[in-house]
């Protein structure tokens, strides 16, 4: 198993340009600028080499992408995943970038990788997994470089292992190196249910534009950190999640999930490792359905909280939603946006839905450098206000453009990237 850059393409990059690339015509931007965005910085390979249980050794091919650090030291997570591969973590870095400029944090874009599925490892394989990506990228990687955090399938242990691997190598006590630790080791208060949170910000701003009450139903797709917790949420403030699923299948009961109930029994797991439980079987008077008729269902909102192109060509069609709230990073594909957009659906886009989650981890690394940690209170109000105004800065520029909330999100984050060009000095200083 290596990564093969063009061998092993799936459209998720070429997806992330062709919506930038909807942006630019709003906005006057200069040709080296586009091509600074549209390639990412600096890509990072390795093989870990990691000793089994069995006394074999396997090797895991892993990856790190700084896409852009205009606005400061890279940032993003690392996801464990068998499918992962070098065009879906450059997009997921070029999205880091516009999540972190939208959201107004001082952080350029980045994402790793490693091609693994650690249900299949025990609780020391997966230490040794974790503890190796960092031995491997070390040299690219520190608090004021770049900044790892979870991913799909990767955790606060694990985050913990790969700080306490960063720490010996540089033989420095660095907590500031990584996020989305565990709140001993200088994890912030709020981080784990950060991106859910955020979601739950701009879900409530969105529900009071269109004018909805609290009969709406809601499906959601992927019951990881950012999908169970918003379902919590959502069901903890009296709204009906009718639909939930994990990668197992799905559960469906019209009148409303028992969502407290769903999430202690996929909670009950070793601390660390990815949850084998399949949620179908804890969802009493539930139908059964799979993934793909979940996302049809007749429902008010649909949440994709799991991986990218879920929504694509084939299905966009059938979509009942009238509003779609992008937890999951690029859940939808290029053709899809193109079918919605004429449907009339709101699209609220990952790069402002799920950015809860980065803005914490900013507050993490704040935190880490001052030495001196917040509550958790203080944590939420901080994220509240946060996603307040880039939801209210993306709608002004919606209306102002008549164009998607995602063009309006791209918009946003172009002009901050754009003016710190500017202000570093391009070359028309040159030519004056
Ligand atoms: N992996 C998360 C994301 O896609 C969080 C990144 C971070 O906290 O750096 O936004």
Redo the contacts with the bound molecule.
């Keep these: 198993m290596v990564f093969v850059m063009d061998h092993c393409k799936t459209g998720v990059y070429d997806n992330a340009l062709a919506q930038i690339r909807k942006a630019y015509k709003f906005i006057e931007i200069d040709e080296n600028t586009v091509k600074l965005l549209e390639s990412p910085k600096e890509i990072f390979m390795a093989s870990l080499a990691v000793r089994m249980d069995n006394g074999k050794i396997n090797v895991f091919p892993a990856i790190r992408v700084h896409h852009n650090d205009i606005l400061g030291p890279t940032?993003?997570?690392i996801?464990f995943h068998p499918d992962v591969h070098a065009d879906e973590v450059k997009a997921?870095s070029f999205?880091?970038t516009f999540?972190c400029a939208i959201a107004n944090i001082p952080?350029g874009g980045a994402?790793g990788g490693v091609a693994v599925n650690p249900k299949s490892l025990s609780l020391r394989e997966l230490e040794h997994v974790s503890r190796a990506y960092m031995e491997a990228m070390a040299d690219f990687i520190g608090p004021d470089k770049d900044?790892?955090?979870?991913?799909v399938y990767t955790n606060e242990t694990i985050m913990g292992w790969m700080m306490d691997e960063y720490n010996q190598i540089t033989r420095k006590q660095n907590p500031a190196v990584i996020?989305?630790k565990p709140i001993n080791l200088g994890g912030s208060q709020g981080r784990r249910v950060a991106?859910a949170l955020g979601g739950y910000y701009v879900f409530r701003e969105l529900v009071k534009e269109l004018g909805l009450d609290k009969n709406i139903t809601i499906a959601i797709q992927g019951f990881g950190n950012a999908g169970k917790n918003m379902a919590k949420f959502l069901h903890e403030e009296g709204y009906k999640v009718v639909a939930v699923s994990d990668s197992h299948g799905a559960a469906y009961k019209k009148d409303g999930l028992d969502i407290t109930s769903i999430a202690k029994a996929k909670d009950a797991r070793v601390k660390g490792m990815p949850s084998k439980i399949s949620l179908c079987d804890h969802c009493e008077g539930a139908t059964e359905m799979t993934n793909d008729t979940l996302l049809e269902l007749d429902v008010d909102v649909l949440i994709p909280a799991a991986l990218e192109n879920q929504i694509t060509k084939e299905n966009a069609n059938n979509i009942k939603a009238k509003m779609i709230i992008e937890l999951a990073?690029g859940p939808t594909t290029k053709e899809a946006d193109e079918i919605l957009k004429k449907k009339g659906v709101t699209v609220v886009p990952d790069i402002l839905a799920?950015?809860g989650?980065?803005i914490?981890?900013y507050f993490e690394w704040v935190q880490n450098k001052y030495g001196m940690y917040w509550t958790e209170d203080d944590v939420f109000k901080k994220l509240e206000e946060k996603m307040m105004t880039s939801f209210s800065q993306v709608f002004h520029s919606m209306k102002k453009h008549k164009v998607s909330m995602r063009t309006a999100a791209y918009l946003v984050g172009l002009k901050r990237i754009k003016e710190a060009i500017e202000a570093k000095g391009g070359h028309e200083w040159l030519s004056k």
Excluded: E, Y
Excluded at 147 to 151: F, L, M, Q
């Design positions: 940032k993003g997570g996801r997921l999205w880091m999540k952080f994402k900044i790892p955090a979870p991913d996020t989305g991106t990073n799920n950015s989650g980065v914490v981890s």
